[in-house]
């Protein structure tokens, strides 16, 4: 598909912050093993009606986005919308400052800081997107499910040329709902993938709905879908909606990052992992994923 000339637009940092520790963390279809200065993003608009590609570099205490739109796209494109999604997306939505102070008061997240101050968590670019990947992930390695996404998003998303190297985003919930079948994909899975869609277009998945609904609430409503169980819905929420606060029970390698690093002899149970995370108040989200991603450095 054409493309049409790029946008520019900026996001302002509070705090410390490092592009290359946000790109290079690796999660969800996220694997990146090099660097060179740009943070590729290819994605459905959060109105989730087209697609952009976008090009993330970091300049001093700011973000430089070059936009890439698609043909047709020419005046209807909401630029501080994308704007927005990107600043959720790579964490640049929030005070890095009052980050700091938290992991100041801690002894081991102030270890971590101290060694990536400028470490924030990455997320998936919308529910829809986290809510596809829930699919297409579930019960194979990483690897294949990241491979599968990608020669997804390659025949029935866009492709777009970013910083000389070709990113695909995911399908529209309007060109998920066309497929019937694909190669690698499970036949089971279709439904599950058109059910997603026919959610998302309905607005069930819209973000500012899912944010505005308490957690738990939220994770019990995608639980709905289905293929979306507990640790999806939680998955879905937490790393999707860009909320710095909220705890998950749901995964186990937060647990463990806490008994290695805290020096507990024992897996926390559930209520353990709540009673130490009050002193991350209001950056449960975040420690958790930091205890996780930049842990295993010590």
Not at 39 to 61: I, K
Not at 154 to 173: D, M, Y
């Amino acid at each position: 598909m054409a493309v049409v000339e790029p946008l520019n637009i900026t996001i302002p940092l509070r705090g410390p912050y490092d592009l290359r520790e946000v790109a290079m963390m690796g999660f969800g279809h996220r694997d990146e093993r090099t660097w060179d200065g740009v943070m590729r993003l290819a994605f459905c608009v959060d109105s989730l009606d087209r697609h952009v590609g976008v090009e993330v570099r970091q300049e001093g205490d700011r973000l430089d986005l070059h936009v890439h739109r698609t043909a047709g796209d020419e005046g209807e494109l909401d630029l501080d919308a994308v704007a927005r999604q990107v600043a959720r997306v790579v964490s640049a939505d929030h005070d890095g400052v009052a980050w700091g102070a938290v992991c100041a008061a801690d002894p081991v997240l102030r270890r971590l800081h101290a060694l990536a101050p400028g470490f924030r968590p990455a997320n998936f670019y919308s529910p829809y997107e986290a809510a596809v990947w829930s699919i297409i992930s579930a019960r194979r390695a990483r690897a294949q499910g990241i491979g599968l996404r990608r020669s997804l998003s390659e025949a029935h998303g866009t492709v777009f040329e970013l910083a000389g190297r070709a990113e695909a985003a995911l399908p529209t919930p309007s060109q998920l709902i066309g497929i019937d079948d694909f190669a690698g994909l499970p036949a089971d899975r279709i439904p599950r993938l058109h059910a997603i869609a026919e959610a998302a277009m309905g607005g069930f998945l819209d973000i500012d709905r899912l944010v505005a609904l308490d957690p738990s609430e939220a994770m019990a409503q995608l639980q709905t879908l289905p293929g979306i169980g507990p640790f999806y819905s939680a998955l879905i929420v937490v790393r999707s909606c860009g909320l710095t606060d909220v705890l998950s029970t749901q995964e186990t390698h937060s647990r463990e990052a806490i008994r290695d690093l805290y020096g507990l002899d024992h897996v926390p149970s559930d209520a353990e992992l709540v009673t130490r995370a009050e002193a991350w108040r209001p950056f449960r989200t975040w420690a958790a994923v930091t205890l996780r991603a930049v842990g295993q450095r010590l």
